[in-house]
């Protein structure tokens, strides 16, 4: 069964306007869900993580996610997006024995 | 603080031929992955070591993957013999513990002709 869902391929989106990258999950107990970007010719890198507690969580480059258990969502949000936020964007969730999953990516097209 | 390193960053290789990655940790991460990431996919864990030891290394192809992490710092992923469908690139990242936020190295592209 697929753990996490990018429903996704592509998001295009215009600068200086919101964006939202969506994930849904699936697993049993209590996630851990974290989103990461991906630059050409580069690794993942870091951007937020959800494990408990408030449901908007705060992260790296003023990107925000918000974690909605009654329909098993953690959207990646900003409220105004820059060219330099196109790049690969991966959710990933921790499920009971620390098995990780990552979604299969959304690629975010910001055109100025 | 120095991030995950890895070597070579990139490699191409024939079939059948047998090819090793390098990964060095951030220091005082007692937990390390090894990722295989195909063109257009999300990573896929391979292997995951705690400390010397193998947490979980059930999507390991272990008739051609071998890993080791033999003083809990520094490992090598292994492919002998490679096959076509192992082009792709090489993920290694670690954390601090088991479930702690991972920290990814820049990758190894491998190339099987």
């Known amino acids: 069964a697929q753990s996490v869902a990018q429903p996704e391929d592509q998001v295009n989106v215009a600068e200086g306007n919101p964006l939202t990258v969506k994930c849904t999950y699936s697993v049993s107990g209590n996630p851990y869900l974290f989103w990461y970007v991906q630059y050409p010719n580069r690794g993942l890198q870091f951007l937020l993580k959800?494990?408990?507690?408030?449901?908007l969580v705060k992260g790296s480059y003023g990107f925000e996610a918000e974690f909605n258990k009654s329909q098993t969502s953690f959207h990646l949000k900003k409220p105004s997006a820059l060219v330099s936020d196109s790049a690969l964007y991966f959710c990933a969730v921790r499920e009971n024995f620390n098995k990780f999953y990552f979604g299969s990516g959304t690629k975010l097209n910001v055109k100025p | 603080e120095a991030g995950v390193a890895q070597s070579p960053r990139y490699k191409i290789i024939e079939k059948r031929q047998s090819v090793a990655f390098w990964c060095n940790p951030i220091?005082?991460?007692?937990?390390l992955y090894w990722y295989q990431q195909i063109l257009g996919q999300g990573p896929k864990l391979l292997i995951q070591?705690?400390?010397?030891?193998?947490?979980?290394d059930s999507q390991l192809p272990k008739d051609r993957f071998s890993a080791e992490r033999l003083k809990g710092v520094d490992s090598t992923l292994k492919i002998q013999p490679a096959k076509l469908e192992d082009s792709a690139v090489y993920l290694c990242?670690?954390?601090?513990?088991?479930?702690?936020?991972?920290?990814f190295g820049p990758g190894t592209r491998l190339l099987v002709l």
């Open positions: 070591f705690q400390n010397n030891g193998v947490v979980d």
């Open positions: 220091s005082g991460h007692a937990t």
């Open positions: 959800y494990i408990t507690g408030d449901n």
């Open positions: 990242a670690s954390s601090l513990d088991q479930g702690g936020t991972q920290y």
